[in-house]
């Protein structure tokens, strides 16, 4: 596994594997690896000849107050699991660099409108943040597949309409959530939560299915499922943000007709900040 801190450096490797007529596929994400991050490094790996990971920590995504500071960092442990799976290229961005302009002044992309509902409406400037430093790591790297997991849905989609946009030659691919034996959805601020907390968590899985079920079985009271989810999670002890159901295409407010759905929930858990969504077919 080769690593990389520059853009120089990480620009040679990329026009080397090019020149060979090499594919690249990358999994840009935030580090403190765990089996769902893998999981996208071995699907990577059978869609690309190359395979690249990079571990930023990005601050213009976080937002006053936010845990940008506190943010788990584990890269000697992350660096071990990346050998392991057979990555190619680790690439861990210089803030500076990234951020020549400063990080108050530097260019920002924006996704309008569908960046300000759901997570965005309590974050606000957060997936500006995220969509400025993953159309950075597409311009550098160039890749033909860019992967992302599906538990931050509203991420993945507003990704997948910027590259659109921008007429960006990269395919972005969502990869299914990879779940704990009890329902809770791998993340990394998982690490936040104690104990006790740990143990109420999966409640917001719970939630999402006893939703996905009323739904598939015909309830299309679509307000009265938001409100009882939003009641199921407050009597488990969590702090629902928002509980959601939405058109899976494109997050706008879902219909009778609509036959893709996704129920979209966020929580907070003690000083964690929880997120996760279900796929409902109505056809």
Known sequence: MQSVKDLTALRKVIREWKQNGETI?????????????????????????????????????????????????????????????????????????????????????NVPKISDILCGKSRPGHFSGVVTVVTKLLINVTPDYALFGEKDFQQLIIIKRMVSDLCIPTE????????????????SRNSYLSQAERKLAPAIYQSLLTAADKLGRGDTSFDDVESQGHAELESAGLKPEYFSIRRTSDLGEANSSDQQISVLVAAWLGSARLIDNIKVDLS
Do not use: C, W
């Open 172 to 187: 972005i691919i969502g990869m299914p959530i990879i779940r704990e034996d009890d329902g809770l959805a791998m993340s």
């Open 25 to 109: 596929a990358i999994v840009p994400t935030m580090g403190n690896l765990h089996a769902g991050h893998l999981s996208l490094l071995e699907e990577a790996s059978k869609l690309s000849d190359r395979t690249v990971v990079s571990i930023f920590v990005n601050p213009i995504q976080f937002g006053k107050g936010e845990d940008y500071q506190s943010y788990p960092s584990t890269l000697q442990d992350d660096r071990d699991k990346l050998e392991g799976a057979g990555l190619d290229l680790l690439f861990t961005p210089n803030l500076q660099e990234l951020y020549p302009g400063g990080m108050d002044v530097d260019t920002r992309v």
